[in-house]
């Protein structure tokens, strides 16, 4: 059996985020994905077996190309404030630029075929921001309460913001990102 062209599934992964944008995880289909790559449905299925199948791998793909991004730069070394804006806005900044894999990513922890499984290892790929909320509450600067939900004020702060700039199309300038960093920041610290 011939190995999978990478380009192939580079353009069947895009063609599924750009469907799941516009008509849900549950409205796309795999003959709607074939027709957006420019594939017949029978290539496609060569590819991933099923819907499921596609879902799934895109999913894995998508978390470990956020993760990659989400810690870019960012240095554990470094003051707790210093880390935690780092990640703010490279978060903030992947899921702007990359907007259907934002939504995406989302859809998926609603959907059956991410397992709780495997969004439990998935999780792990994040260690590093839980990590870091941890030493904030060593060090006494965020709020002493659940890392989880200290996660989530932080997730639900950044989804508003990239939500509202690219529904609204609201530019994003850079003292628009720091007073929502503040408000965030704001929010969190103890």
Not at 170 to 186: A, G, M, P, R
Request: overall charge negative; charged content about 25%.
């Amino acid at each position: 059996m011939k190995p999978k062209d990478e380009n192939k599934v580079c353009n069947i992964f895009q063609s599924t985020l750009k469907l799941v944008e516009a008509h849900g995880l549950a409205g796309t289909t795999m003959q709607a994905v074939a027709k957006e790559a420019e594939l017949a449905t029978g290539t496609l299925y060569i590819y991933f077996q099923n819907k499921e199948a596609l879902i799934v791998e895109l999913f894995d793909r998508c978390i470990k190309n956020s993760a990659k991004d989400y810690f870019n730069n960012y240095d554990e070394a470094k003051p707790f404030k210093i880390g935690f804006k780092t990640i703010w806005h490279n978060i903030t900044q992947h899921r702007l630029e990359n907007f259907e894999e934002t939504v995406f990513i989302e859809q998926c922890f609603h959907c059956p075929f991410i397992d709780k499984q495997t969004k439990m290892e998935q999780k792990k790929t994040f260690d590093p921001l839980v990590k870091l909320m941890e030493r904030g509450k060593a060090e006494y600067l965020v709020k002493q309460i659940d890392t989880f939900w200290l996660l989530s004020f932080l997730n639900g702060n950044i989804n508003e913001v990239v939500k509202k700039a690219h529904y609204f199309d609201i530019e994003l300038t850079d003292q628009v990102l720091e007073d929502n960093f503040l408000l965030c920041w704001d929010g969190l610290k103890a």
